[in-house]
């Protein structure tokens, strides 16, 4: 029973480049939750997908910064036009289920990105 | 507006002795959930225990459990027995109701070190 899968582990792009970042979720999950973690930080939640729907991008920055979870495949975190400040990891996190308030997530290994 | 508080950035503690790292939180909402997540060297995020706000017990998984004040707003951690292997990051999180968002907030952490 295969984990939330991220990829790559590690990521270096250049300024002004493209940083696309992969989730698959864990078997039976439907709901997709993407953060970001800068160093010495907790996570800071960006976005909550469900497949084909955004449901909250209330913590996603306003430009350059986009989520989807279409109907196959994993979910993507695209990253336009880098900066230094992208410079973090992200982290993915998937659950079964919507509740009120019992809303287990599971992480995955997290991608660290670079930008030079 | 949630808020987790960390009050402890580093803990030293003697191999096999209890471990207790602090977590309060703020919140209006009357249903929401707590969590304790870990987070070795190595980068991942991994998930201990969860105690639900009208849970009426303290939750308890393994040599893991939550000192759940409600009147507090507190959510402690205990590690009974500490191993080695047990030192890492802890994050404290908490869940939204739902209808709001649903990403979870997260504390700065407490770095444990336990010490042979």
């Known amino acids: 029973n295969a984990g939330v899968m991220q990829n790559p582990r590690h990521l270096v792009r250049r300024r002004g480049q493209e940083a696309r970042l992969r989730c698959s979720p864990m078997?039976?999950?439907?709901?997709v939750y993407w953060y970001r973690q800068l160093p010495e930080e907790g996570l800071k939640f960006m976005v909550y997908l469900q497949k084909e729907n955004i449901i909250d991008e209330s913590g996603m920055p306003k430009e350059r910064f986009s989520a989807e979870f279409p109907k196959e495949g994993p979910s993507i975190l695209r990253i336009q036009q880098v900066v230094r400040g992208d410079s973090a990891a992200y982290f993915c996190?998937?659950?079964?289920?919507?509740?009120?308030?019992?809303?287990?997530?599971?992480f995955g290994a997290g991608t660290r990105l670079s930008v030079l | 507006a949630q808020k987790i508080t960390q009050t402890q950035p580093g803990m030293f503690v003697q191999e096999k002795e209890a471990v207790t790292l602090d977590c309060t939180y703020d919140t209006s909402d009357p249903s929401y959930g707590l969590f304790w997540y870990k987070q070795p060297s190595s980068g991942e995020m991994i998930f201990l225990i969860y105690q639900g706000s009208y849970d009426q017990q303290n939750a308890t998984e393994g040599r893991y459990s939550l000192n759940f004040q409600k009147a507090r707003k507190s959510a402690n951690l205990v590690i009974s027995a500490s191993q080695l292997g047990d030192s890492a990051m802890y994050f404290c999180?908490?869940?939204?109701?739902?209808?709001?968002?649903?990403?979870?907030?997260f504390g700065k952490g407490t770095h444990l070190i336990i010490q042979p």
């Open positions: 999180a908490m869940s939204h109701s739902g209808g709001g968002a649903d990403g979870l907030t």
């Open positions: 996190a998937s659950s079964p289920q919507r509740t009120l308030a019992k809303n287990i997530q599971y």
């Open positions: 078997k039976g999950h439907s709901h």
